[in-house]
């Protein structure tokens, strides 16, 4: 299962300052995956075919922290964590320590995210409802939308309240194929 390790809001609203950021971009079942984890955990998991646009999604959410390129193979923190996500990506189960960073309403609605059964979906309205904010739909997209770790927390199993798909950070044809999966 994935683990969770929350730290303070402050860190992402500097930036990353005082971080230090190891990552790696791999191939997955998915494509390719830059996989990026300070020391307690993966702080970001960010899918796309283009390496320098991943890299550069990176430097935009964490500005300020130290990153450091590795070798996923040959690094003895990151390998293991890569190759947990790895498997996640290939729809098998694997325990992955998580380090969100968000607010704490964000970090509500990525835990709630993750209890969802694979296979599951929700509604933005519904587990806004779950959550007990019946007409916090848009602040459930939002946090969604500012979700780091693709995948690992599954924003992709909140769908629109009439069942379609709705948006999704890292495009639908990627959200259908992980539902059906």
Sequence with gaps: GVQLRG??????????????IRWSIVDTALGQA???????????VELGDKPALLEAKLREEFPRAQLDRVDAGRDE??????????????????????????????????????????????????LAAELGKPRGALAIASACAHNRIAILVPCHRVVRGDGSLGGYRWGLPKKEALLQS
């Design 77 to 126: 923190f990151l390998a293991p964590r890569v190759r947990a996500v790895a498997e996640v990506l290939a729809g098998k189960a694997a325990r992955v320590d998580i380090d969100l960073l968000g607010t704490a309403f964000q970090k509500r609605v990525w835990d709630a995210l993750m209890k969802i059964p694979r296979g599951e979906t929700r509604s933005y309205s519904g």
């Design 34 to 44: 830059l996989v990026a984890t300070t020391a307690r955990g993966i702080c970001m």
């Design 7 to 20: 730290i303070a809001v402050d860190l992402v609203r500097a930036g990353g300052e005082g971080e230090r």
